[in-house]
Every structure is written in structure tokens, then in C-alpha cells.
């Protein structure tokens, strides 16, 4: 899977959601950061993490650490929003601005 990188893991067009991993790198905007401080869009959640092996379904004080697989459902069209939150913070990933 390439780092940044959005994965499709699921398609539900009946029921208009997708579930996608994303690799967190070490200068993603979110790696250090608590999941219930991110400015997720609207329509998407994250639902799993993935971290040495083992996964875990995050809370509000969950901190996102490098090579954390996240896992999210979204509606479609979020993949872009959630690419620039997730992605290198010299993008602009992260910020709540």
C-alpha cells in the first residue's frame, strides 16, 4: 500500500458507502494527534486501527502514530477531503483552518 495512499477496501453502491485504509507516515498531518482533535469531513468516521499487528476500534483519545492503518467509512466522495487530512503536513494536512 503506498504511504498516503487511499485504499478502496469496499464499495457498497446500494448502500452509497465506501470503507478505504489509509497509511499513516511520519509527517502525516494527524500522526500525534488525538482522533477526537481531527476535523473529520462531515459523512466520514473512522473505524479501525490497525498498529503492530493488532486492531482496535479508536475512541476520542486515541493517538494516531506512524504506520497506524486506518480504516474509515465514508460517504462517496470524501477520498480527496480525508487524502489532505491524512496526508503530508506541508500540504496542509491537519490543520483545522
Not at 470524501?78 to 489532505?84: C, D, F, I, P, T
Request: zero cysteines.
Amino acid at each position: 500500500m503506498p504511504e498516503y495512499g487511499l485504499v478502496h477496501l469496499l464499495d457498497l453502491q446500494e448502500e452509497q458507502l465506501e470503507i478505504i485504509e489509509m497509511l499513516l507516515g511520519k509527517d502525516s498531518g494527524v500522526t500525534g494527534r488525538r482522533v477526537g482533535d481531527l476535523d473529520m469531513p462531515e459523512g466520514s468516521l473512522l473505524i479501525s486501527i490497525l498498529r503492530s499487528g493488532k486492531g482496535f476500534v479508536p475512541g476520542p483519545d486515541t493517538v494516531l502514530e506512524e504506520g497506524d492503518e486506518v480504516l474509515a467509512v465514508l460517504d462517496p466522495g470524501h477520498e480527496e477531503q480525508l487524502k489532505v487530512l491524512f496526508g503530508p503536513a506541508d500540504n496542509g494536512a491537519g490543520s483545522d483552518a
